[in-house]
């Protein structure tokens, strides 16, 4: 299997987050995409790729543009008043707050922009993103022009960041960009399957209520886990979109026997939907030893998820999203891409 990397991802380097009022150590990391590319290359893996530039239209076509504009400077504007290190946001527009007037200040428009505080925009946030997009919609284009798969190896992650913000360390949402360039491209039916430990909040929005991409999600389940506010089982959907919309959660610790339970389930919604490609949220934060998640699966259950991913026999792009375990994941990723090929 052919991957593009996105080699700008180490742009995007955060020293520290917010947890629990205090700076701990970031969990996501330049290393962890270090580990993936050494692992596939001793691996043998297969040819991996620089991303091409397809400029900034795909983007535009899921995230609003003045929200683009905003991370593009927003560094920048941090440095300029004062601000040292990476940039955090502090207040945001809740409920009965207006969040559809764009404020003059910096530190409102950090909070309108935003969904938490533990996502540190830093001063290689902005290049890191747009590359990583890149890859994505170069991974696409291998796809599209006949591979049975690509993978893309890319930093930050994307399926927590909305069409207007970001969050849960993502800030451009790469799986939507490649859904949007894929149907852009004549396809009808495009199939997202998230399998991160975390709900991909981003990714459901922004097609909630579109019925040319269906999103199926198995996740921790938002009573305790991150994002919280969205990724609940009666999210089906709305609209044009009712129907197209299917998350799977489980509770904090659930067995192996449940997560591909689930996955069974969700893979039986796809193949009814029919779909002519399938794009993969890939975060291996499911790995029993990470360090920010609570589900077990270990080497030889991510063999057979890809196994299983392959056996469903369309066209597939995956995408690299969490997984923290930082020395692990470049074995975990290995041996999703190892069953799929084996498989396929
Ligand atoms: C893409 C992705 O996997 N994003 C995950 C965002 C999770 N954000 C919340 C992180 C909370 C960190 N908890 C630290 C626990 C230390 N014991
Ligand atoms: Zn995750």
């Known amino acids: 299997m052919k991957t593009v990397y996105n080699d700008k991802h180490g742009l995007h380097a955060a020293t520290h987050e917010f947890f629990r009022g205090q700076l701990v150590p970031a969990f996501e990391i330049p290393a962890r995409a270090d580990y993936v590319l050494k692992a596939l290359r001793d691996a043998a893996l297969g040819e991996v790729l620089a991303p091409s530039d397809h400029g900034l239209a795909p983007l535009e076509r899921v995230h609003a543009p003045a929200y683009l504009r905003f991370v593009q400077g927003a560094h920048a504007e941090w440095l300029a008043l004062g601000g040292e290190g990476d940039a955090f946001p502090a207040v945001w527009p809740v409920r009965s707050l207006r969040s559809d007037v764009e404020p003059k200040s910096f530190a409102a428009r950090m909070g309108l922009y935003s969904m938490d505080s533990g996502t540190p925009l830093t001063a ?15 991974g696409l284009d291998l796809v599209l022009a006949g591979e049975r798969a690509a993978y893309v190896l890319t930093r930050p992650p994307g399926h927590h960041a909305g069409a207007d913000f970001f969050g849960g360390y993502c800030f451009v949402n790469n799986a939507a960009v490649a859904a949007q360039a894929a149907l852009d491209h004549g396809l009808k039916r495009v199939a997202i399957l998230d399998v991160d430990y975390h709900h991909g909040n981003g990714t459901q929005a922004i097609f909630y209520e ?56 969700a893979l039986a919604r796809l193949r009814a939907y029919a779909p002519e490609l399938l794009i993969v949220s890939l975060g291996v934060d499911t790995y029993g030893g990470d360090p ?53």
Not at 124 to 138: E, I, R, V
Not at 226 to 243: I, Q, S, T, V
């Open 124 to 138: 290689g946030s902005w290049p890191a993103a747009y590359w990583g997009a890149q890859a994505c919609l170069s």
């Open 210 to 265: 579109r019925a040319d991409v269906f999103y199926a999600s198995i996740h921790g389940d938002p009573q305790t886990e991150y994002p919280f506010f969205l990724g609940h089982a009666d999210e089906r959907g709305a609209g044009a979109g009712a129907g197209c919309n299917a998350n799977y959660p489980l509770p904090a610790g659930a067995s192996n026997d449940e997560w591909f339970a689930a996955l069974d389930a």
């Open 292 to 344: 920010i998640s609570h589900f077990k699966l270990d080497r030889p259950e991510f063999t057979r998820m890809g196994q299983i991913l392959a056996a469903q026999g369309w066209p597939t792009l995956l995408l690299q999203e969490g997984g923290y375990a930082t020395e692990a994941i470049g074995l975990n990723v290995v041996a999703v891409l190892q069953g799929f090929e084996g498989a396929s």
